[in-house]
């Protein structure tokens, strides 16, 4: 098998694991009675990608999750304010992973919190509320317990994983 088959290969793989993910995802309570609030186990393929891949490798899964899961589980709607929190999620995951001293935990937060960051922004603009920023500090808390938790189990599976380039 050529080196471009295997990339296709690996990356259908890793769409899939990460489809997967984000469906088991819909089922795991993470915080009763507060919406929008997943653990983000689908992130954990993206950490890879950032961490064991490259940049582009982690654009293309984060776009494939965000347009594949929009389409089969959610919607246009929800996949716009996922389209937001993924770009959001994934640039400011690019630049936590360069600072010295942040980890996989310490970018997964940054993702985590991020993606947040970019729904709540997108909701705001087109309902032209800014109010709904006040529920951005329950999301941000949240946020950084579900980016510790992908984080940890993201930084466990890579230990195991082989680095692609």
């Known amino acids: 098998m050529n080196s471009r088959t295997q990339t296709i290969a690996l990356m259908s793989l890793l769409t899939a694991i990460a489809l997967i993910l984000g ?36 654009v293309i899964l984060m776009l494939a999750k965000v347009l594949l899961s929009g389409f089969i589980f959610a919607g246009v709607s929800a996949m716009m304010y996922a389209l937001a929190g993924g770009v959001l999620s994934l640039v400011a995951m690019l630049a936590a992973r360069k600072i010295r001293g942040v980890g996989v ?61």
């Open 23 to 58: 469906y088991i995802d819909r089922f795991i309570p993470v915080v009763s009675g507060v919406p929008g609030v997943k653990l983000g186990l689908g992130n954990t393929v993206l950490l890879y990608a950032i961490y064991l891949m490259d940049k582009r490798r982690a």
């Open 105 to 165: 935990v310490g970018v997964s937060v940054t993702g985590a919190v991020f993606h947040n960051v970019g729904q709540i922004g997108l909701a705001a603009l087109i309902v032209r509320t800014p109010a709904l920023f006040g529920y951005l500090p329950v999301l941000l808390v949240a946020g950084v317990g579900t980016g510790i938790a992908t984080g940890v189990i993201a930084k466990l599976v890579m230990q195991h994983l082989p680095k692609q380039r």
